[in-house]
Nanobody, 115 residues
Framework: QVQLLESGGGFVRLGGSLRLSCVAS????????MGWYRQAPGKERELVAM???????NYGDSVKGRFTISADSTKRWIYLEMNTLKPEDTAVYYC?????????WGQGTQVTVSS
């Protein structure tokens, strides 16, 4: 089993910044994909950003140029730097970990951006 613990969510004003962190523990794997998804009220969960164990990244169209995902060398920690935040970024952000056979999710952290 893999456990994921997120931190760093909160309340910020339009144009502000936040940094989310997620740490993985348990029976970890060497070839993985980790990332962040978000879900706003009444909407489907969507990809925000992801990073593979070889450093490839992928971003959702709505956050390109504003958000940056990174991972540490242990592949246990991932971070999401969120800049120029907009009200439409308001959502619960979920950490995601996949060994390409099974998916694991954190419990989510709320990000609220006010105008």
């Amino acid at each position: 089993q893999v456990q994921l613990l997120e931190s760093g969510g909160g309340f910020v004003r339009l144009g502000g910044s936040l940094r989310l962190s997620c740490v993985a523990s348990g029976s970890l794997f060497s070839i993985v994909r980790m990332g962040w998804y978000r879900q706003a009220p009444g909407k489907e969960r969507e990809l925000v950003a992801m990073v593979t164990s070889v450093g490839q990244t992928n971003y959702g169209d709505s956050v390109k140029g504003r958000f940056t995902i990174s991972a540490d060398s242990t592949k246990r920690w991932i971070y999401l730097e969120m800049n120029t935040l907009k009200p439409e970024d308001t959502a619960v952000y979920y950490c995601h970990y996949s060994n390409y056979r099974q998916d694991y999710w954190g419990q989510g952290t709320q990000v609220t951006v006010s105008s």
